[in-house]
């Protein structure tokens, strides 16, 4: 597949990476030479210095013989025109990020493909959704759903008293409810077998059926944590959609917010969420909003420190839980080693999205996991799977990918090597990046 990515910020660079390891033939446009210059010391692509919007250089990089376009530069108008040429030069695919709430409403009602986009994405939205699933289930790292709700994945932290701490895989049992399908260990990820320990502070993967996974995290020495009330840090869009999704869920909500017209406008749009006109990072007003009180404490500002510092102020005061939205890539490791909780990336969340529009096959959800350290994807198989019906342990899997669970029509199978995937099958595959392109040659897909 040939792919025209416009921007090379963090998105755009995500994407490309993605798309490179995947063997693609990828070409990045950007106005700026440094971002370029980033592209070109890291990734195996092609590079043009130029504007995506003008046909002389979507000409140059190739636009008619393009089968994807991806648009995410920081100008939401110049991503849509880019689209519009080229579709207008008959590329298959067009994806353009879009920030304005006024553009995305516009796209539910009527819809895009006319002019030529045939799918937007709102960044801020997709890291709202993401930060109301972690609410639910406070306890986890981080948490998605598969076959429909019916399969979950847990990022869970083992502590030192978990009862799992120091044991081997095979001492859990085969007939486990549940498997583990990685392992992140000081900083690297570990697809492991029968002979590998879990240990205190690893990170450990778990998928199971969504109705047994409370027993799961009992297993695993995991509490449940009731989230009801919420303070979230920034009045932006992120903010608002957050809040907005909150209060329907009626949990109970405060904005605070030191602009006072993004108080004002925010005020006026949401029915039952407490917006506060101040400065986060004044301490007597955390005291005074009971802030340490609170369940949850979700730092959304578009600054990376202060979401990072007032995340650590509330964990001191006694927030049960704390997320902070980080931009920059580097500091992600950080934040959970200094006492944050969690740490939520719209690059990657923005990255998983498109990578789930353009997959081949047919894929029903890809997951970026982990810094992109490792990738969920649910497909269901095609009658071009060459082994159907054979058992998974006479069959030689991809290395650096395992089989998380299936599902069969209703009924969903935690897989051993007596188990066959069939056609028709939902399957759940948990794959480093290396081994994602072995995936879908193996189940057909290629």
Known sequence: MKAIIIGAGKVGYSIAQMLSYEGHDVIVIDLEEARLKAVDDHLDVQTICGNGASSDVLREAGVREADLLV??????????????????????????????????????????????????????????NEIV???????????????????????????????VAGRQLKEFGFNAPFLIVAILRDDKMIIPRGNDS?????????????????????????????????VILGGGRVGYYLASKLEKLRYSVKVIEKDINKCKSIAQRLNNTLVINGDGTDLSLLEDENVGDTDLFVAVTGDDKLNMLVSLLAKHLGAKKTIAQIRRSDYISLVEKVGIDRAISPRLLTAGAVLRFIRKGQVVSI????????????????ENYPYAGAYLKDIKFPSGAIIGALTRGDKVIVPSGEDRVMQGDRVIVFALPEATHKVEKFFGML
Do not use: H
């Not at 948490?143 to 979950?152: I, L, P, R, S, T």
């Not at 997951?367 to 269901?380: F, G, N, P, Y």
């Open 198 to 230: 879990v240990l205190a502070e690893d990170i450990i993967f778990v998928l199971a059926e969504t109705k047994e996974m409370r027993e799961v995290e009992r297993f695993f020495g995991q509490q449940r944590i009731k989230i009801e009330s919420i």
């Open 71 to 128: 648009a995410v530069t920081e100008g939401d108008e110049l991503n849509m025109v880019s689209c519009f040429i080229g579709k207008s030069y008959g590329v298959k695919r067009t994806i353009a990020r879009v920030r304005n709430p006024e553009y995305v409403d516009f796209d539910k009602s009527s819809g895009l493909g006319p002019i030529g986009i045939d799918l937007i994405i709102n960044p801020e939205r997709v890291t709202a």
């Open 367 to 382: 997951t970026l996991v982990s810094e992109a350290r490792a990738q969920i994807t649910e497909l269901i198989v095609t």
């Open 133 to 163: 699933k972690l609410t639910k289930i406070a306890e986890a790292q981080n948490v998605e759903y598969y076959a429909g709700g019916k399969v979950q994945l847990l990022e869970l932290k083992v502590t030192e008293k978990a009862p």
